[in-house]
């Protein structure tokens, strides 16, 4: 089947939207959050785990996925999702970040950007080109383009040549698909500076992609621009398209975002965040870490339906946690991984009831960030 997005409700007081992406893989309500299992499996969770949460897509990492299992392993397993025996969808960013987050390991040129594995530091080289074509080797729902991602704060001269280069891969990447029945997004760049940013999503909208990322924000400006600039670009996408926020996750940070009109989230913030004991609620962050809650019966959430917070108290888990036992990152986890399929399934619910707009404003005003 192929891809295609569908706007269902809007927000008469924000720019929130409630919306349908279908894939090939099947369906996915929005606005999502993605669960980032960038070597095939989401960090401490099993597919089972994730499938009883009611995670709808997974994101898988075209750098890392290129280093290993490599493309002939996928070529011969039929793709990642067979692989990984997953059957939904999966999102695959370009592995631009992770390349260019490597400063001293990479070089970058018009062709292309030449880097060195982190497993052998053997060279390998992506050009816009060769990166499509491993994507739909990997078999991802949707692809995106690769780019060239320079910190927020970059001098403006650098901000403007990463963003045309990002330009000029998009049109090199649109070429070079092959596999029409998964889509491939454009990600605008431009870092804080708005024309910049309305240059970018100019040309980027003008190759007529089937949806669009934002891309070079959470990688070293304040929240304030955060805001402001997620708000500003968004603004400046098609309506009738998906609109990605790459790499934000904090919950307030995706509450702030749906209200600006963004549908598509990831981030490794509930995982990540719960191997250091901090666990996400309605009210706002539980630190597990805490000495005060050694001795704790509570559960993490009293009106949490997961089922750690059915069977365990912040007691049992604060002992894990201090002892860094893995069954303590796996129960926690599953808790914020829980929390966060929830919190995407309240706003969806009052987007829709168009009560989202008073919601949003009582949980970022009563839920600690």
């Keep these: 089947m192929a891809f295609s997005f569908q706007v269902l409700g809007q927000d008469k007081n924000t ?11 099947g369906v996915i309500q929005t606005p999502v959050f ?3 299992g960038t070597f095939g499996s989401v960090r401490a969770l099993d597919h089972v785990d994730l499938e009883s949460i009611g995670v709808q897509v997974i994101l898988g990492n075209t750098y890392h996925l290129y280093l290993r299992p490599s493309a002939l392993t996928l070529q011969q397993r039929g793709g990642y999702h067979n692989l990984i025996h997953w059957n939904a969808p999966i999102l695959t960013d370009s592995g631009g970040f992770q390349i260019f987050s490597l400063p001293h390991q990479r070089v970058i040129s018009e062709q292309g950007v030449e880097f060195k594995s982190y497993l052998d530091q053997a ?3 992506f050009s816009p080109e060769s990166n499509i074509a491993f994507q739909e080797i990997i078999g991802s729902d949707i692809m995106m383009v690769l780019d060239v991602c320079v910190p927020s704060t970059s001098a403006r001269e650098i901000a403007a040549r990463a963003m045309e280069r990002t330009h000029r891969w998009a049109k090199r990447c649109k070429s070079a698909q092959r596999n029409h029945e998964n889509a491939l997004f454009g990600i605008v760049q431009g870092a804080i500076f708005e024309d910049l940013r309305k240059e970018s999503a100019a040309a980027l909208t003008e190759l007529d992609f ?7 924000l959470a990688v070293g400006e304040t929240d304030d621009e955060r805001e402001h600039f997620t708000q500003f670009t968004a603004a400046l996408l098609p309506v009738r398209k998906p609109r990605y926020l790459m790499g934000v996750g904090t919950p307030h940070d995706l509450v702030r975002s749906i209200r600006a009109g963004i549908d598509m989230f990831d981030c490794i913030i509930p995982t990540n965040h719960a191997r250091q004991g901090v666990a996400y609620t309605f009210g706002g962050k539980v630190k ?25 108290s912040r007691g049992y888990l604060h002992q ?8 303590g990152w796996r129960l926690v986890s599953y808790h914020n991984t829980w929390f966060y399929e929830r919190l995407m399934e309240r706003c969806r619910d009052e987007i829709m009831a168009g009560t989202f707009d008073s919601f949003s404003a009582w949980f970022l005003s009563h839920a600690e960030d």
């Design 34 to 36: 993605m669960s980032v």
């Design 210 to 216: 089937p949806g669009y990322a934002i891309g070079g």
């Design 123 to 125: 060279g390998r080289f």
């Design 288 to 312: 597990l870490r805490r000495a005060a809650l050694a001795i704790s019966e509570e559960s993490i959430d009293a009106s949490c339906g997961c089922f750690v917070c059915r069977r365990y």
């Design 15 to 25: 720019s929130a939207r409630r919306g349908v992406v279908t894939t090939s893989h």
């Design 320 to 327: 894990l946690i201090k002892c860094d036992e893995p069954t």
